[in-house]
């Protein structure tokens, strides 16, 4: 049984920082799609960041130049580092994975295991 676990949201000014975590267990190997994604009140999931398990990144470009994706494999933990936080990223954050693939992708349907998520509150 696959689990994440999300830490790290919080409430900060703009132009602060947060690092989320998301803890992974249940899962082996390393083909492997991970991401985060938000859901802002009144607005569709969208895709913030994703990792492979070769460790190829990609990052959308609404967060590009802020946000860092990174994946500590040996504590089995996904990160987001978001610098430079704007009043419109206030959103819930989630963590998603897809294990036995080689890349990544997009939508949101692509990913088979979510976390519960974690509340990120940006005030101007």
């Known amino acids: 049984q696959v689990q994440l676990v999300e830490s790290g949201g919080g409430s900060v000014q703009a132009g602060g920082s947060l690092r989320l975590s998301c803890a992974a267990s249940?899962?082996?190997?390393?083909?492997?799609?991970m991401g985060w994604f938000r859901q802002a009140p009144g607005k569709e999931r969208e895709g913030v960041a994703s990792?492979?398990?070769?460790?190829?990144?990609s990052v959308a470009e609404t967060v590009k130049g802020r946000f860092t994706i990174s994946k500590d494999n040996a504590k089995n933990t996904l990160y987001l580092q978001m610098n430079n936080l704007k009043p419109e990223d206030t959103a819930m954050y989630y963590c998603a994975a897809r294990f036995g693939v080689s890349v990544c992708s997009t939508p949101s349907y692509f990913y088979s295991y979510w976390g519960q998520g974690t509340q990120v509150t940006v005030s101007s």
């Open positions: 249940g899962a082996a190997g390393s083909s492997y799609c």
């Open positions: 990792i492979t398990g070769a460790g190829k990144t």
